[in-house]
Nanobody
Framework: QVRLVETGGGLVQAGGSLRLSCAAS????????MGWYRQAPGKQRELVAA???????NYADSVKDRFTISRDNAQKMVYLQMNSLKPEDTAVYYC??????????????WGQGTQVTVSS
């Protein structure tokens, strides 16, 4: 009923930039917190950045001052602008959102992930 679809991943050299987008579709009445997580090979999934419906943001220390999260509430989208990318940013990036669907039910959803690879 609800899908989160990420786009914008790819291969980039160290120091470069990428912009990830995530769109929520389906039976979506409201979207609350939205965020980006990442998982590198052999590591646990970790929070990269999150944004509330009111626009408050939270970042992992490792990406502060390099990444910027933003959202478009009308379009039910969230973005992650990634600058000054480093090889250690290489991971699969996942979109996550709290969504109100049928019967005013809140559920948490994940996207399918998009690969970001930063070469040195």
């Amino acid at each position: 009923q609800v899908r989160l679809v990420e786009t914008g991943g790819g291969l980039v050299q160290a120091g470069g930039s990428l912009r990830l987008s995530c769109a929520a579709s389906g039976i979506v009445f409201r979207v609350n917190d939205m965020g980006w997580y990442r998982q590198a090979p052999g590591k646990q999934r970790e929070l990269v950045a999150a944004v509330t419906s009111g626009g408050n943001t939270n970042y992992a220390d490792s990406v502060k001052d390099r990444f910027t999260i933003s959202r478009d509430n009308a379009q039910k989208m969230v973005y992650l602008q990634m600058n000054s990318l480093k090889p250690e940013d290489t991971a699969v990036y996942y979109c996550n959102a709290d969504v109100m669907t049928l019967n005013n039910r809140w559920s948490n959803y994940w996207g399918q992930g998009t690969q970001v690879t930063v070469s040195s």
